[in-house]
């Protein structure tokens, strides 16, 4: 499983996000990217949402049309993927020309990603078929407040990928205020160190990529990492994104 690596789509350009926020703004949004915090005397003028930036759809989407917040089992089977439960909520917003944001409700949202084993649903792989299974896909319908909230797993792995989850959100209005925003979601490594040294991630022998040797995580990965908590359950992250108005 290789070809998920084609980038589509791209990081906004500096001159793009200095004309959309102002130098200032840019500034500091380099320093919260690169983890060095705020810089003193910078005044932060951006908005409370941040653009991220799109990633590549990989081979292994498959529009299934399964509107379920769930997406751990097969609904052919009802059997559960079994791996820490994971519940994420996302907050998707519009990124007005004036750098204010506006909830995005009755967008699609559409998650996927391969269970503890590096296995992706529905598809034909050298190493697996899984056509007419549907585990760990789905999409959801965001609300008045655009949010979408999902139960998911957290993820594996499989050769050449740091681990992630992929997401799609799109829009249905007519004309040309319709687009689409495809990117993925990562993850901090010191946590999936300790998420897959338990059952049923261990079984999965082999060298893990990490995200700092993923070419597709150097283009735009650190803004699109999760900040996760443990519940009494499992996993539990939010996520604020904000795509440009068409």
């Known amino acids: 499983m290789h070809a998920d690596d084609r980038m589509i789509g ?19 949004m380099a320093h919260r990217v690169s983890g060095q915090g705020r810089p003193p005397d910078v005044p932060t003028t951006l908005p409370g949402c941040v653009v991220q930036p799109q990633q590549t759809e990989g081979p292994y989407f498959v529009d299934e049309k399964l509107r379920r ?14 791996g820490a439960p994971l519940a994420l909520t996302l907050k998707v917003s519009q990124l007005l020309p004036d750098a204010r944001c506006v909830p995005l409700g009755a967008a699609q949202v559409d998650l996927w990603q391969c269970d503890a084993a590096g296995v992706y649903s529905d598809v034909k792989d050298r190493n697996f078929d ?16 655009g ?10 792995w499989y050769p ?9 959100v799109r ?15 990562y993850f901090d490594e010191p946590l999936t160190d300790r998420v897959h040294a338990r059952e049923p991630y261990v079984a999965h022998t082999g060298k893990r990529t990490r995200n700092e040797s993923d070419r597709i995580f150097k283009d ?10 443990e519940t009494a359950d499992g996993y539990a992250s939010a996520f604020d994104l904000a795509m440009r108005s068409a």
């Open 10 to 28: 791209r990081l906004l350009t500096r001159r793009e996000l200095v004309a959309l926020f102002g130098s200032s703004a840019v500034a500091a």
């Open 220 to 229: 735009g990965g650190p803004q699109l990492l999760l900040a996760v908590s």
């Open 147 to 156: 949010t979408a909230r999902f139960v998911t797993i957290y993820p594996g």
């Open 171 to 185: 829009t249905s209005a007519a004309g040309n205020s319709a687009y689409e925003f495809t990117s993925q979601f």
């Open 130 to 145: 899984t056509t007419g299974q549907k585990f760990l896909r789905g999409h959801q319908i965001t609300d008045a407040s």
């Open 69 to 82: 917040a769930d997406i751990r089992s097969d609904p052919g089977t009802g059997a559960i993927k079994a």
């Open 160 to 168: 050449g990928r740091a681990v992630h989850v992929h997401f799609k």
